[in-house]
């Protein structure tokens, strides 16, 4: 890493706390690093109580669009001198989201170059992993009424495996959601019940011959610490997201002009 | 927490890297929250190419002072609308680096709360082990020589329990710097050598009747990630300043009033 050259990575976080944390994490796991002094420049910025529950949000269509508070975040990472910034949530990127959020950033003149996770996990499997053709999918109840992952992978020449709506609410998202088990309601420790569910989902897909799983919700990867499930590659979207990140920052390709703070 | 009340903790990373994520989660961990949406807004700036090492700097008193990017940081941190700022970083501590820093922001208006680390660890101390009286030291040549924390447990009325430079020297800083086997070489594992360094210090300290150690580099921590060494109290100092970033962003006293963004 040349620390003159290299632009400075931007993370919106608390999307939860932990999956900034998480995001920061893997960037620094990943860097190519002798010294502290040759790591990469980052500002993580996690206002958990500006930002309204994503998934909520999609659901209802009722109360505040999260986009506009996620919107002046990504200006503040920008003042402060992000180039290159990730957001650590699947479920922002669903497009009654996301595009609000670039709407925004173009209104205000924006210069940042915001990367997608699910785009980059996509463009990981393609490049890493060629001869994966059958790719399913575990997510938030948000990320797949949205159908982020399955237009994405279908653009792709890829066979979606995603399930029925049935299965997807009462296995997957509640691995996530359950009030009392959820993986949100505790973070840092993994619930028997969760363990349950997860074997059930990837028994799922399993049986449906997937070559390999997105875990396309960042709380996920603290289920599935594992690479592989048997012959199924596991693929961690805040790992991909962390690789795309550092490509970026240290691509020696002329960067947006950081603004003057 | 109520998040409209509680300030925004700022965190000058990047010294190294790792500590300030450290500091993060400990945070997170100690803070009390039921949803994503109460845990405290927190920013974290790692900038680690712009820091050089303190201790290089404060054995050689050469090179540029690392104060100037530290406190240059902070000023970020407040543009950004931090206004609790802890440094992850004890050596950052010593007086010829941070006498500059606390100079460079008066000169600059700052209006941040910039906690030091050292002093809130001693506090920690008498605040919940009042039986501790005799306390000794784990730290970098820099922060040893600096006598931050030897001067600090006097005037406390503690009795410090520092040892010779010789195993200051041998033991000690090497188990931080060795160039092959110390921690700063090799993040994320702890070495057979480092482990060894490190039953010779506590064997040190034990020998000498010391009721707690402090653990005076975020280093350490990964060395020693247990709270009790026999009948030895180790203090962490990340956990402490964690503690009392905590304890100054949800304090109900007004606190410095954020500079527009």
């Given at each position: 890493m040349n620390a003159q050259a290299d632009k400075v990575i931007g993370i919106v976080g608390g999307m939860g706390p932990q999956a900034g944390l998480t995001l920061f994490n893997r960037v620094l796991c990943h860097t190519g690093a002798a010294?502290?002094?040759?790591h990469l420049p980052v500002i993580l910025m996690s206002f958990p109580g500006r930002i309204a529950d994503r998934t909520a949000f999609l659901e209802a269509?009722?109360?505040?669009?999260p986009a506009f508070a996620i919107a002046r975040i990504i200006g503040s990472l920008e003042n402060a001198g992000a180039q290159v910034v990730g957001m650590a949530?699947?479920?922002?990127?669903?497009p009654p989201i996301y595009d609000v959020i670039t709407a925004e950033l173009e209104k205000a003149g924006s210069r940042v170059k915001l990367l997608h996770m699910p785009r980059e996990t996509c463009r990981y499997i393609g490049e890493n992993?060629?001869?994966?053709?059958r790719v399913g999918l575990m997510a938030t109840n948000g990320t797949y009424k949205a159908e982020v992952y399955a237009d994405l992978l279908r653009a792709g020449g890829y066979e979606a495996v995603i399930p029925g709506y049935a299965f997807q609410d009462a296995v997957i998202h509640r691995m996530i959601?359950?009030?009392?088990?959820?993986v949100k309601a505790n973070p840092g420790a993994v619930a028997r019940q969760v363990r349950q569910l997860a074997d059930q989902a990837l028994a799922y897909f399993h049986e449906r011959g997937a070559h390999a799983v997105i875990l396309?919700?960042?709380?996920?990867a603290m289920v599935f610490?594992?690479?592989?499930?048997g012959r199924m590659l596991l693929v961690d979207t805040t790992e991909t997201l962390a690789r795309a990140l550092i490509r970026e920052a240290t691509c020696p390709c002329p960067g947006p002009v950081p603004h003057p703070a």
């Open positions: 010294t502290d002094q040759q269509r009722a109360g505040s669009n949530c699947n479920t922002a990127h669903a992993h060629p001869h994966v053709r959601y359950d009030p009392h088990f959820g396309g919700c960042t709380e996920l610490p594992e690479r592989r499930a």
